[in-house]
């Protein structure tokens, strides 16, 4: 399982530190994504980041404010949200693609 935590309510602008912590699974192994889902829309994949690391990818609407990483050796995935925008407000859950594998979402509000 996933679980992640982080989220609350800042000031455009702003920014959050979001944390998930994986369990059960040999975590260093899989490709993690984070993916949002906003109110009135369908979710949106934010980032996404291969098993070791190397390979990262953000969606447009987050690339240069969003920054994904992982520490294997704590099984913990990790997104940085910089330069917060309304439109960034939403739930943010963390992901494992394969076996669709997802924990309970964090909320971040951002205020205008």
């Known amino acids: 399982q996933v679980e992640g935590s982080g989220g609350g309510l800042v000031q455009a602008g702003g920014s959050l530190r979001l944390s998930c912590i994986a369990s059960?699974?040999?975590?260093?192994?899989?490709?993690m994504d984070w993916v949002r889902q906003v109110p009135g829309k369908g979710p949106e994949r934010v980032a996404s980041?291969?098993?070791?690391?190397?390979?990262?990818s953000y969606a447009d609407s987050v690339k240069g404010r969003f920054t994904i990483s992982r520490d294997n050796a704590k099984n913990t995935l990790y997104l940085q949200l910089n330069s917060l925008k309304p439109e960034d407000t939403g739930v943010y859950y963390c992901?494992?693609?394969?076996?669709?594998?997802r924990g309970q979402g964090t909320l971040v509000t951002v205020s205008s």
């Open positions: 059960g699974f040999s975590f260093g192994m899989f490709v």
């Open positions: 980041i291969s098993s070791g690391g190397v390979t990262i």
């Open positions: 992901a494992r693609p394969a076996g669709n594998v």
